[in-house]
């Protein structure tokens, strides 16, 4: 099992331009999610998916948009890239569902975004 | 709302030092406790969870014990090694979150030989 993945790895955007970060897990879980990690900051949430076919805003949803493509799958997308943007971005998956809240969280190895 | 406070770092010790590093937190009913640890340039990885007051989550040496009466959850390790350099950071989930982590801001520990 590959756990979760994420592509790219690294990024280097000029401000305005567009891209869509990919996130895929192999654990046939519920639920996924997209974080933030800046310095000093921790992991702020941005969006997360409990289950397929739903979408909710986190913390931090300004900027960004979602889609749950499948069970399997969870993309974000910058449509318009700003350098406040520039992150080190994780997916997240876990079995959490209904009735299901406190299930660990698996992690994928994160995209290092820069907006210039 | 939920959140979760831990010591700031860094945090430098010497290989075999005793380490602790803590952790409290506020939450809407009984929340679910984690440290996740971060090694450079990685992803992070779940490193102990506890479910509910007075559990002790372990791994690798590591132990942190969940606290209701003080809300804390202070990680511990009693002799640590270069290889636990890494980005700490303690976690909770409670059932008024819908399924969301809430994470402290980290602490980075680097141990030298």
């Known amino acids: 099992n590959a756990g979760v993945t994420q592509t790219p790895k690294f990024q280097v955007l000029k401000t305005g331009q567009s891209m869509t970060l990919q996130c895929a897990q192999d654990?046939?879980?519920?639920?996924m999610y997209w974080y933030r990690q800046d310095p000093g900051m921790g992991l702020r949430l941005i969006y997360y998916s409990a289950s397929e076919g739903t979408t909710d805003k986190g913390e931090v949803p300004n900027g960004y948009n979602v889609s749950r493509l499948n069970k399997r799958e969870f993309s974000l997308r910058l449509e318009s890239a700003a350098p406040s943007q520039t992150s080190v971005y994780f997916c997240?998956?876990?079995?959490?569902?209904?009735?299901?809240?406190?299930?660990?969280?698996?992690f994928g190895p994160g995209t290092r975004l820069t907006v210039l | 709302g939920n959140s979760v406070t831990q010591m700031e770092g860094p945090v430098t010790l010497s290989e075999e030092a005793f380490l602790t590093i803590n952790c409290t937190y506020t939450a809407t009913g009984y929340p679910s406790l984690f440290w996740y640890v971060q090694y450079p340039g990685e992803g992070l990885q779940l490193l102990l969870k506890?479910?509910?007051?007075?559990d002790k989550g372990s791994n690798k040496g590591f132990e942190a014990t969940y606290r209701k009466e003080t809300t804390s959850f202070h990680l511990e390790k009693g002799s640590v090694q270069v290889s636990d350099s890494a980005v700490y950071f303690c976690?909770?989930?409670?059932?008024?979150?819908?399924?969301?982590?809430?994470f402290g801001k980290g602490t980075l520990l680097t141990v030298n030989p």
């Open positions: 506890a479910t509910k007051a007075d």
């Open positions: 997240a998956s876990s079995g959490g569902g209904p009735g299901q809240v406190y299930n660990e969280q698996f």
């Open positions: 976690a909770l989930i409670s059932g008024g979150s819908n399924y969301k982590l809430t």
């Open positions: 654990m046939n879980h519920n639920s």
